[in-house]
């Protein structure tokens, strides 16, 4: 697949997945995309926890159920109707997640590139994280990004230990396809903006 084709084809997939198993190769090429992600130097601050155990992928869907209701909640009447419809995780029909972390003492105390800018390290990780999504595209699986937790929650179920702390849940494996159109916008939730809107000269 194409670069420009797998960036345009890509979505959030919720609900398309097929139940069947991830193969072990297919995992270990995505897994490699995300590792090939640049880093602030050089200091790969992430690392890749896979999750395929029927009853800890129940429990983590079963918190994230919680939190979508909190969530639910505290909309007004009508965005509430828009949103409830909307399925927001895949985490028991994927079969496999991957929690995606950040160490930011990877890499010792003198990160070149991160002396001003702090966060490099964290947009590191979310670079990690596209890599993996494209290659999976192109790979013809399905990736969804889970947010609806508690990030307590999620740094014990890992066992993050010290400053490390999760990024992303991504719920992966193979789909029956891909929606043409993205869920958000199929459901009315947000339609985006066109690039014009995006690009400005010289200044915002």
């Not at 995992?27 to 999750?51: C, K, M």
């Not at 209701?69 to 995780?89: G, H, Q, Y």
Request: some cysteine; charged content about 25%.
């Amino acid at each position: 697949m194409e670069t420009y084709e797998a960036i345009f084809r890509r979505r959030d997939v919720r609900a398309e997945y097929t139940g069947q198993p991830l193969d072990d190769a297919v995992l270990h090429r995505i897994l490699e995309a995300g590792h090939a992600a640049p880093s602030v130097g050089n200091s790969q601050p992430w690392d890749f926890v896979i999750v395929r155990d029927p009853a800890r992928l129940a429990e983590f869907a079963e918190h994230v159920a919680g939190r979508r209701s909190a969530f639910a909640n505290s909309l007004p009447a009508d965005r509430k109707d828009v949103f409830n419809p909307i399925k927001i995780e895949g985490i028991r029909e994927s079969g496999t997640g991957i929690v995606v972390t950040y160490d930011p003492q990877r890499g010792g105390p003198n990160i070149l590139g991160r002396h001003t800018i702090d966060e490099t390290g964290l947009l590191s990780v979310g670079l990690a994280i596209q890599n993996m999504w494209l290659a999976a595209t192109a790979e013809g699986i399905g990736m969804g990004w889970v947010s609806f937790y508690e990030e307590d929650f999620l740094t014990n179920f890992v066992g993050c230990a010290g400053a490390c702390r999760p990024v992303a849940w991504l719920c992966i494996g193979p789909v029956t396809h891909l929606e043409e159109v993205p869920d958000l916008v199929r459901f009315g939730w947000n339609k985006g903006r066109p690039l014009e809107e995006a690009v400005h000269s010289e200044r915002l």
